[in-house]
């Protein structure tokens, strides 16, 4: 069965240090993931995704992910964190079964002055 | 600007009285979606329709139902609020093209639903 694993409930950075949030999914074929956005109180909004071709995809907000298949992961980088990102991060993999996503269970960030 | 937009943002409803959420896009999307949301979950999805199609979860609860009168619409009723019901809910589209997968998700900014 699909599934998708976000080993860190809650990270902590400074303003302006890197970002790291990790993923693995599991999943028998090319799976389709996504990393989504939530800030407090609203919706969820796609940062990226990954369907084929390049491993290293580059989203909004200055967001890159890269795909490794050897390693089952699909990690969200950004290399300087802004006080704005301070929202929860949800890793997700499409059902090729149909239009269905499963989600991570999500990471929260905070960010530190 | 396309987009889904959700009514109300927030409602307060009594334990055991029916409520309807309100769900609606532009986006001319053929499938939408509603979820749960817990505090510090991630969203459980409910039930989804491809144009007309209700797709229901194994596990949603007979307590909820949804209706879809139009591309347009879509309404979660929660016919019994119980406690245990207060939640985010979050409606999400999707369009046709998404099949196999490839679905990106496009999302209303929820309903946060209260059950005194």
């Known amino acids: 069965a699909q599934s998708v694993t976000q080993p860190d409930i809650h990270i902590t950075v400074s303003e302006g240090a890197s970002l790291e949030l990790r993923c693995n999914y599991s999943y028998g074929a090319t799976p389709y993931l996504f990393w989504y956005v939530q800030s407090p109180g609203q919706g969820l909004q796609l940062l990226l995704k990954?369907?084929?071709?390049?491993?290293l995809v580059q989203g909004i907000k200055g967001f890159e992910a890269e795909f490794k298949r050897s390693q089952s992961s699909f990690n969200l980088r950004k290399p300087s964190v802004h006080w704005s990102d301070a929202a929860e991060y949800f890793c997700a993999v499409g059902n090729t079964g149909g239009f269905k996503t499963i989600f991570g269970a999500g990471t929260r960030l905070f960010v530190k002055a | 600007d396309a987009m889904v937009i959700q009514n109300p943002r927030y409602q307060v409803t009594q334990f055991g009285k029916p409520v309807t959420l309100s769900c609606s896009q532009t986006?001319?999307?053929?499938?939408m979606y509603w979820y749960q949301q817990k505090s510090s979950q991630a969203p459980k999805l409910l039930f989804h329709?491809?144009?007309?199609?209700?797709?229901n979860e194994a596990d949603t609860p007979d307590n909820f139902q949804s209706r879809r009168p139009n591309t347009s619409f879509c309404f979660l009723d929660i016919r019994s609020p119980g406690l245990g019901d207060a939640a985010m809910y979050l409606c999400?589209?999707?369009?046709?093209?998404?099949?196999?997968?490839?679905?990106?998700?496009?999302f209303g900014a929820g309903t946060r639903l209260s059950v005194l």
């Open positions: 986006l001319n999307h053929n499938v």
């Open positions: 990954y369907f084929s071709g390049d491993t």
């Open positions: 329709y491809y144009d007309k199609d209700f797709n």
């Open positions: 999400a589209t999707s369009p046709r093209s998404g099949t196999g997968g490839r679905n990106i998700q496009y």
